[in-house]
């Protein structure tokens, strides 16, 4: 029993997809708003890792919505992703807080650290959105943006591809936040369901007994 409650909170850590997608999806105009009020971007992407992190913790909590259903299949794309939101964050603070790549300018350590994060992350999820929509464990109609929307990223992080690149970007963030919002309306439905099914036993019969 308190292992079924553990599982249940554990599984409300995927609301923060929703939140982690957003300021996903806000980052162009984060970097924009960055230059014209620092000259740089670098402020905003000082706190881009934000981002990531709130998307780790949600893809912790949709691993709990589906454990046990997925296979060794969703635990490796669970893996390949966080691996991907650690190397993201790493080489984040490599290049803009610690200022290696201003030293290492031909190795680049912290741009290509996030680079290849990126990749793993984008890689990762389009497996576990698969997964997921396989299972059928959690919401179709977010498992199948999440997938979308990690082609998009993975197109956008292949290259610099300009104005496209960003509505990719955009997309990538969009398609976590689709599956953000999309797990919590499925928590609410589940909620009311069980509420409803209470009151339906505790309702009195005709004969002015309990159901």
Known sequence: MAGKSISSVLRTLSVACLVGGILWALSPLGVHLSEIKFKSPNFFWKLFPSAPLMLALGLV???FWQRGRGGWLERFALLLALSGIVLVVAGNVVQFWLGLDNVYLTAAPGYRTFRVGLFALAAGTILFGFVSASARKLP???ALPLTIGSWAGLIAFSENLGGLGAALWILFGMGWAWMGFA???EM????WRGRTRQSGRKSPSPGGESL
Request: hydrophobic share 60%.
């Open 61 to 63: 909590g949709l691993h």
């Open 183 to 185: 797990a919590f309306c």
């Open 140 to 142: 179709l109609w977010g």
């Open 188 to 191: 609410v439905a589940d909620l």
